[in-house]
């Protein structure tokens, strides 16, 4: 595993060890992705090889588009191109960030991509790079993760909960809550299905905004805070969100692999682990 230091790759490196699987993992630390002769040392003698490894600092991409392309494409090219040629499959993992969010409906697998900043720019440059390099691979995007290993927008609002009388939510961007955990079974079952060679949407089930979400998360805590509904204009940031990061699940179902479940069932089942962090 590639870039294994982050939130998903923890719960990964959880599932995988829970299969008995013999696990191999860089961290940032240990591995630079540019590096190709590093890469290739890694990936030797490997099964598959699960690339973790990406930039997701979006505003500071704008200014730093460069380096995030240096990681995020071609980082992400010498990966699958190293896997190749050792035999592995790839496994990719990327973002809703490719699409420009103005889909009323889910977006299928394969839509055009369309980034309107420079970190869906860079992933998109990433999957082309894949697809080019490593012809048996897993392309796996995913949106909104969350997880007990890493900071996350449930942690940030329950903290904010806890010292605030009301907090006000963006209400008109909307998308899928997805929990790492869930993810990273997501990515388990469909190697162990032997997925043909594709692009997958590796998210929850079902569609809600950032307040929707925040009011099922202070829910649970009992706080008593009020959660108002506002847009995002009034958290204007250097990188452009997409308002609709709704994917669609098509692809899955073809391969015979069942999509994460229903994001309000996955939250409520996450909840304690993610906020006890």
Partial sequence: MVGAGGMLAHDLLAVLRG???EVRAARRADLDVTDAAAVAALVRDV????NCAA???VDDAESREADAFRVNAVGAALVARAAHAAGARTVHVSTDYVFDGAA???YAEDAPPAPVSAYGRTKAAGEWAVRAEAP???IVRTAWLYGAHGACFPRTMAR???DRDELAVVDDQVGQPTWTRDLADLIVRLVAAGAPSGTYHGTASGQVSWYGFTRRIVAGLGTGTRVTPTTSDAFV???ARPAWSVLGHDALRAAGVEPIGDWAARWDAAAADVLAG
Avoid: F, Q, Y
Wanted: charge should be negative.
């Fill in 47 to 50: 099964d598959v090889v699960v």
């Fill in 55 to 57: 930039w997701t600092a």
């Fill in 19 to 21: 299969t008995g699987a």
């Fill in 136 to 138: 048996d691979h897993l």
């Fill in 237 to 239: 940031r250097p990188a």
């Fill in 160 to 162: 904010l909960a806890a």
């Fill in 104 to 106: 009323t409906a889910p």
